[in-house]
């Protein structure tokens, strides 16, 4: 299957700190992103949809000037999250769709996700 | 609104039986269904998916079945196995949003 890379793996930042997560389609490319956060033992929300060379779209409820997205190009899609405070520390995941999957990016391949703990 | 429910939060199975994952959803413009397994700390892997224009897909130990009227669909692993011990999510796709249910958790007990 398609590969998604994310980077740093794990986060632990002081309090107003931003922090940048990456997140690459190592052998695909990818017009669509999606970022997702994941509290303990819930479900993944999606917080915005990433889409390259244009601005990315926020769920109901996502801040975003806090969260800020660039999908600069067809493989990298960042997540800043600009002056962390504690509330922010998650799970981060990212996926990508694979283009190339029969029907036309049907599939989402997810990243191994970024953990964030801000003192 | 979850548009794709998970009812079961647990599901605990004996190794070598079958597990049975359930998944309902209310949006009948759902186009293609997908099956996702996660470990703590890592992201989704994409197991298995499914088009609305099939009732059945299989792979190795894993099925999925589609009951388009019902609203329904679910994964069958058989026979299972200790490292199948996973959350597992369904989540299905319309256009170009993907909605997932919350996940069940699946022990197979050795």
């Known amino acids: 299957g398609a590969v998604v890379s994310q980077h740093p793996s794990r986060v632990i930042c002081k309090s107003g700190t931003s922090v940048k997560i990456e997140c690459r389609s190592l052998d695909f490319q990818a017009t669509t992103m999606f970022w997702y956060r994941q509290f303990p033992k819930q479900s993944l929300m999606l917080m915005a949809t990433s889409n390259e060379g244009s601005k990315a779209t926020y769920e109901q409820g996502v801040e975003k000037d806090k969260f800020l997205i660039n999908h600069a190009s067809l493989t990298l899609s960042t997540l800043t999250v600009a002056s962390a405070h504690p509330e922010d520390s998650s799970f981060y995941i990212c996926s990508a769709r694979d283009q190339r999957a029969s029907g036309g990016g049907e599939t989402q391949y997810f990243g191994p996700g970024t953990r964030l703990l801000v003192l | 609104d979850q548009q794709v429910k998970q009812n079961s939060p647990s599901l605990s199975v004996q190794e070598g039986r079958i597990s049975i994952l359930n998944c309902d959803y209310t949006?009948?413009?759902?186009?293609?269904f997908l099956w996702y397994k996660k470990y703590p700390a890592e992201g989704p892997t994409f197991l298995i998916s499914i088009s609305s224009i099939k009732d059945k897909n299989e792979d190795g130990r894993f099925t999925v079945f589609l009951n388009k009227s019902a609203k329904h669909l679910s994964l069958h692993i058989v026979p299972s196995q200790p490292g199948d011990s996973a959350v597992y999510f369904c989540a299905a796709k319309n256009g170009n949003q993907f909605y997932f249910g919350t996940g069940t958790s699946l022990t197979v007990i050795p």
């Open positions: 949006n009948s413009m759902f186009d293609y």
